[in-house]
């Protein structure tokens, strides 16, 4: 049976794209909408540009692209602003990033050039191997969070925007638990005028595009978003949230991987994993403390997907390892090296090793695409709250408190194309097959 067709407003006029962090990310998500729109390459990586969505039974032979499925907003319709510690436009900020070929952004460099950076909010004990320049001043926490909202709402008048979506793009920041400053909004917005250590800068970009009624995607594995004051606020204001950490490298191999020795029950004895990188990402992660909110983040993926509790035999006491080193050299070209020792039957050891030379910034850029325009459609559909169906997209997803988060790419793709289908009124794909041998 069809599902109740849900209500969703047209994707009319332009869409506003705000990026924390003009870095590697970012600069390379710009350039590269800017060379799709001109003609010069194509959306590879998007899943809303090059995919496509089964739709009724395989013998119905219904399988139009996602965009066209969905009505979501279009590549020429978006517009891009910023913030960013440095005063580099994207064009120079780019330059410096080193990610992608001069010849390409010559090609885009008006754009690029005029996409210049707000001024940040920026705290140095939150980032410490980074050192900004461009940012903002405030008697508190909450009068920052107050010139972020006067910065989102000219941006939009502006530019003409007649909706918005923010995206985290910018560094990980020291790993923080959850305080008491952090369960209820009236907590939270006391700390932030008593200027209170516990309101990272990442939670001020966050309460300030929740207040402006805008969509937010944490692509670092910061706090942010996933604390009991700001879920219930977008909850209760009909603001979409999701996070955390873009699942780029090595986690995506995981993703792809770990699922795969599950489903044919092959044991694992352990994982080793080591990446070297040499940008920003790579020289922040450098400190200790930001270090470990990524760890966090990293290690948890295995566990979950693995099950251990419920596959002893197979998988209780392994052994997982995560290490990142700093090595300038690389720059943006991340090594992301893999050891893994699985055993089959009859406890036979076994090894799988892999070598995977990704290009951090490239695998990022298209889903900072995907969750702009998807968290567009989620305000749109009156969808509010967390969203679980874009876990797809993260290394950590957000989950309704109680919740265990799913890890395995496979399982997250079926949610995320289950609910554009949901959305639409189609029928839900359960890849049972049944029905077919009844005809």
Known sequence: MSQQRAEIAPAEGKLGVLLVGLGAVSTTFVAGVEAIRRGISKPIGSLTQMGTIRLGKRTDNRVPMIKDFVPLAGLDDLVFGAWDIFEENAYEAALNAGVLEKDLLNQVSEPMAS????????????????????????????????????????????????????????????????????????????????????????MVYAYAALKSGVPFANGAPNLTVDIPALRKYAEEHGVPICGK?????????????????????????????????????????????????????KLSVLEQILQPDVYPDLYDGFSHVVRINYYPPRGDNKEGWDNIDIFGWLGYPMQIKIDFLCRDSILAAPLVLDLALFLDLAKRSGLKGIQEWLSFYFKSPQTVPGLYPEHDIFIQLKKLKNTLRFLKGEDLITHLGMDYNND
């Not at 939150?126 to 010139?147: P, W």
């Not at 995981?254 to 044919?264: C, D």
């Not at 450098?286 to 270090?291: A, K, L």
């Open 115 to 202: 996409l210049k950076p707000m001024t940040a909010v920026f705290d140095n004990r939150y980032v410490k191997r980074l050192h900004g320049t461009h940012v903002k001043s405030g008697k508190n926490k909450m009068d920052l969070a107050e010139q972020l909202m006067r910065d989102i709402a000219d941006f939009k008048e502006k530019n003409n925007c007649d909706r918005l979506v923010m995206v985290w793009a910018a560094s990980t920041e020291i790993f923080l638990e959850e305080k008491e400053a952090h369960k209820t909004i009236e907590a939270f917005e006391k700390a932030m005028y008593d200027d209170s250590d516990d309101i990272a800068p990442s």
């Open 245 to 297: 950490d873009f699942k780029t490298g090595q986690t995506l191999m995981k993703t792809i991987i770990a699922p795969g020795l599950k489903s044919r029950m092959l044991g694992l004895a352990g994982w080793y994993s080591t990446n070297i990188l040499g940008n920003r990402d790579g020289e922040v992660l450098d400190d200790p403390e930001s270090f470990k909110t990524k760890e966090e983040s």
